[in-house]
């Protein structure tokens, strides 16, 4: 921020610099939340060394099921991201209102 602030010593466009990182830093946190999602649960499946097109199986619906409708889970990372992105967003526009 000080260094922002020694560059460009206008408020509005810190404030501005401010926000797009935090979105940013949401962004990351909103990714990282959606990697443990199991959204591609069931969508691709690697065919064993040797087996042919022929020889696969259907895939378990009941298995990919449960898989997606599990918890959400926030991981330390995710959370870090979210918390700093919406910090920063939050001093951002406070910055514009003075």
Same mark, same amino acid.
């Given at each position: 921020?000080? *260094?922002?602030?020694?560059?460009?010593? $206008?408020? !509005?466009?810190?404030?501005?610099?401010?926000?797009? &990182?935090?979105?940013?830093?949401?962004?990351?946190?909103?990714?990282?939340?959606?990697?443990?999602?199991?959204?591609? #649960?069931?969508?691709?499946?690697?065919?064993?060394?040797?087996?042919? $097109?022929? $020889?696969?199986?259907? *895939?378990?619906?009941?298995?990919?099921?449960?898989?997606?409708?599990?918890? *959400?889970?926030? #991981?330390?990372? &995710?959370?870090?991201?979210?918390?700093?992105?919406?910090?920063?967003? *939050?001093?951002?526009? !406070?910055?514009?209102?003075?």
């Amino acid at each position: 921020m000080l *260094i922002d602030w020694l560059i460009f010593k $206008d408020p !509005l466009k810190v404030s501005n610099h401010f926000f797009m &990182a935090g979105l940013l830093l949401l962004i990351v946190g909103i990714f990282f939340v959606l990697e443990r999602g199991h959204l591609f #649960t069931g969508w691709f499946r690697r065919p064993a060394k040797g087996e042919d $097109d022929s $020889d696969r199986k259907k *895939i378990d619906v009941h298995k990919v099921g449960r898989e997606k409708n599990g918890p *959400i889970v926030i #991981t330390k990372p &995710a959370r870090y991201f979210l918390n700093i992105g919406s910090f920063t967003i *939050i001093v951002s526009v !406070l910055i514009s209102l003075f």
